[in-house]
């Protein structure tokens, strides 16, 4: 059984994560909430554990500055994966 990293983005910092992203999350926080709960529902039914990596927006806008191009929802999986594997940015 795998472990799959997802982003956790809090209510108050997912307008700013949005904006780092260039907007290429859902206009929401109510929909990312939902989008991540499909997710997790489908990872878990797969057979496979959840994580939740905690997203600093501050954190990750010196990721994608580091990163260029990375200013996305797939940015922002490629940042998830970093995390997961200790790296501090």
């Known amino acids: 059984m795998a472990t799959i990293y997802l ?18 999350l859902p206009e929401s926080y109510e929909k ?19 994580s939740y990596i905690p997203i600093d927006p501050n954190e990750l806008a010196r990721y994608c500055g580091a990163h260029g191009g ?3 929802h797939h940015g922002l999986l490629h940042f ?10």
Do not use: C
Request: net charge neutral.
């Open 7 to 24: 982003a956790r983005i809090s209510s108050p910092d997912y307008e700013m994560v949005r904006g780092i992203l260039n907007d290429d």
């Open 32 to 50: 990312w909430f939902e989008f991540q709960a499909k997710g997790q529902s489908d990872t878990r039914r797969q057979g496979h554990a959840v």
């Open 70 to 72: 990375h200013r996305s």
């Open 80 to 89: 998830v994966i970093k995390k997961s594997e200790g790296n501090e940015y």
